[in-house]
C-alpha cells in the first residue's frame, strides 16, 4: 500500500464492504450519467455493444474460476462487457476463459437490459449468433445486431462498432491492476474494471470543469 494510506486489512475491508453491498457499481453508474449529460446525452442509454477479452490469471486464481481460451490460447478468465455508444461501461462480467460469449453474453445483457429500460438495441461480432439473437428478442425485448466481418476483407479490419469497445479494453490494458487477473473472486475482479472505469470518467469531469481564478 502507498505510505500514507492506511494497514492494507484496512483498507481491503472497506473495498470487500462497499463489493459486497453493490456500491461500487453504484458509485460508477452515477458518475457515467454525469459524463453522459455533460456530454449532452441523456443519463440511460438506448444503445451499446457487447464483446469479451481473454486475460491471463495470476497464480492466485483458483482452478474453479479460470480455464483455457482455445481461440486466444490463453489460460485465465474472460471479461464479457458492454458499453454504451460513447465507449462507457454498462455492465461486466467475470467468468473462465473457456465460457463461451453466447452463454456468459445471456445473463450479462440479462442485469443490463434490466438496469437500464430504455436499452433497445446491441451491436455485437459474429460469435453472438445463433439462439441469444432469438432470446433477446423474445425475453428482453432487445435487438442483438450482429456486424459480421466481409469474406472478401483479408488482414486486420476494424468492424463498425467495434472499435467502442475495443477502446475500454485498451483503457482497462493501462490499469496496472488489469494487465492479468490477480483476483481470487471473480466478484473483485468485476469491482477492479469498475475502479478502473471510476477513475477514466472522474479524470474526464475534472477536465470539463471551468478554471478557478
Not at 481473454?54 to 483458483?62: E, P
Amino acid at each position: 500500500m502507498p505510505g500514507d494510506f492506511p494497514p492494507w486489512d484496512r483498507v481491503y475491508a472497506f473495498f470487500r464492504r462497499w463489493r459486497e453491498n453493490a456500491l461500487v457499481k453504484e458509485f460508477h453508474d452515477r458518475l457515467r450519467g454525469r459524463v453522459r449529460e455533460k456530454l449532452g446525452r441523456d443519463a440511460g442509454p438506448t444503445a451499446g455493444v457487447i464483446d469479451s477479452q481473454s486475460v491471463k490469471a495470476d497464480a492466485v486464481v483458483g482452478a474453479d474460476s479460470r480455464g483455457f481460451d482455445g481461440g486466444k490460447l490463453i489460460n485465465g478468465r474472460k471479461r464479457h462487457v458492454v458499453v454504451d455508444t460513447l465507449g462507457l461501461l454498462l455492465g461486466v462480467m467475470v467468468t473462465a476463459a473457456d465460457v463461451g460469449d453466447r452463454t456468459a453474453a445471456q445473463a450479462l445483457l440479462t442485469q443490463v437490459a434490466g438496469a437500464h429500460h430504455r436499452l433497445a438495441l446491441i451491436w455485437a461480432d459474429g460469435g453472438y449468433t445463433g439462439s441469444l439473437v432469438e432470446y433477446c428478442v423474445a425475453a428482453l425485448a432487445l435487438v442483438l445486431a450482429i456486424v459480421k466481418r466481409s469474406d472478401d476483407v483479408h488482414g486486420f479490419v476494424v468492424l463498425p462498432k467495434r472499435r467502442i469497445v475495443e477502446r475500454l479494453f485498451a483503457h482497462l490494458m493501462r490499469s496496472r491492476r488489469l494487465v492479468r487477473d490477480f483476483e481470487r473472486r471473480t466478484t473483485s475482479a468485476e469491482a477492479m474494471v469498475y475502479w478502473s472505469m471510476i477513475g477514466l470518467m472522474t479524470r474526464r469531469l475534472a477536465r470539463s470543469r471551468p478554471g478557478r481564478a
